[in-house]
């Protein structure tokens, strides 16, 4: 079995060292299996949906070749199939260890905001309404429809104290920032979050993977915070939700795996603002050497989930081309890395944001299940809008 590149024997660095060495540019990903910071790029990877995972392993075969130590792939794919990607082996990787709560908090930026929530809040929950009664049709069982929140500054929005602040305030979550500028930015863009959704992992032979769906925002009170978890076990509307997607995840992970585990009852999993519905599902990979097997092709056949899309997937899509306004861009695709092993980690971006000059663009969605209720989904929303409007210094606005 080959050693996972974050934890192989590297000269040490704190995560915090690495964070404090980001810059606007850099790839920095950190989550509880350790951090890695990426500069420079040694080759850029193009290519498009169903053929990425393949142009990945070319790229790293070709940097090995090229005297390039270990090399990785790192970056971002977007959520619909013709989405943009950012997918690059760069020139210099950095690793350490997982996030110890150490190092910059950077101040909430002090700037002049001002909030535009793109649609309105009435026209998401019109949206919502029209979701049910396509449910109610028969046409769809689930469709995840998501908003934004355009906020803007009065003075360019620093990443890396954003980036340092994601990482301080959610020590447990997959952080991230990738830089996703493409021609005719008008400025450099980069792609900001911490997720609490692990799509796929692959260490050798073993594979994890922990879909998230079915949820209820955290309060200060924690005897409230108890009944929120014993409701969401309880909900039979929230497991339902939830059991699109852990049941998609096992199916397609069964294609290339033996011995798997996915439990049949979920377990509740609390981040800083929200809780849960969770099941950690691992399997070993039938043929570790197949490239088709790599993390980056688990990916790409688990994407996208009905965490972030629906079911039937096709009129999930065709649902959320119609009842959202706005693109999704990278928001609901895929972040991570991958090595020349095949290993690698890529979770599903959600909590958070595309930053460019002095604009952020956050989105957030929630999973439509006969059952759900227009305001409590806009809820949900508002709440899973508050891991980056806290990181922001914007706590209590949405
Ligand atoms: C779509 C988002 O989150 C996803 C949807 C969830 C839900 O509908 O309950 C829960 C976790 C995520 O899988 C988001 O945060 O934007």
Redesign the pocket.
């Given at each position: 079995m080959s050693t996972p590149a974050m934890v192989r024997p590297r000269p040490v660095h704190r995560a915090a060292d690495l964070l404090a060495a980001y810059l606007p540019g850099s790839f920095f990903y950190s989550s509880a299996t350790g951090s890695l910071l990426a500069d420079g790029v040694h080759a850029p990877v193009r290519a498009g949906h169903g053929s990425r995972a393949a142009a990945v392993s070319e790229a790293l075969d070709a940097a090995a070749v090229h005297g390039v130590e270990d090399p990785v792939v790192v970056g971002a794919i977007g959520f619909r199939p013709d989405a943009e990607a950012s997918l690059v082996v760069p020139a210099v990787v950095r690793r350490a260890g997982a996030p110890d709560g150490s190092g910059p908090a950077g101040a909430p930026a002090s700037a002049k905001w001002s909030i535009t929530p793109r649609p309105e809040p009435e026209v998401y929950a019109d949206g919502v309404r029209r979701a049910l009664e396509l449910i109610g049709a028969g046409e769809l069982d689930k469709v995840?429809l998501?908003r934004c929140l355009e906020v803007t500054a009065d003075q360019p929005v620093p990443v890396p104290a954003l980036l340092s602040r994601l990482v301080r305030l959610n020590p447990a979550a997959h952080a991230f920032a990738v830089d996703v500028s493409a021609p005719g930015d008008p400025a450099p863009r980069a792609l900001v979050g911490a997720s609490?959704?692990l799509l796929v992992s692959r260490r050798g032979t073993e594979v994890v993977a922990n879909?998230?769906?079915?949820?209820l925002p955290r309060v200060a009170d924690e005897a409230e915070n108890r009944r929120r978890v014993a409701a969401l076990l309880a909900s039979a509307k929230d497991r339902a939700?939830h059991a699109h997607?852990s049941a998609q995840v096992a199916e397609v992970l069964g294609r290339f795996c033996v011995d798997l585990d996915a439990p049949a009852e979920p377990s509740v999993i609390g981040t800083p603002t929200m809780w849960?519905l969770s099941t950690r599902i691992t399997g070993r990979l039938a043929d570790p050497t197949d490239p088709g097997s790599s993390a980056l092709a688990l990916a790409e056949a688990l994407h996208p989930t009905p965490?972030?899309c629906g079911v039937p997937v096709d009129r999930a899509r065709a649902a959320i081309a119609e009842l959202e306004p706005e693109d999704r861009g990278y928001y609901?695709g895929l972040v991570g890395w991958s090595d020349l092993q095949g290993d690698g980690e890529w979770v599903?971006t959600?909590?958070s944001a595309e930053v460019c000059d002095r604009t952020v663009r956050l989105?957030?969605?929630?999973?439509i299940v006969a059952g759900s209720d227009p305001a409590a989904e806009l809820a949900?929303?508002s709440a899973?809008f508050r891991t980056l409007l806290r990181a922001l210094g914007l706590e209590g606005t949405a």
């Open positions: 995840v998501a609490p959704e879909p998230l769906a079915g949820s939700e997607v849960h965490a972030v609901s599903v959600i909590r989105f957030a969605g929630a999973g949900e929303t899973k």
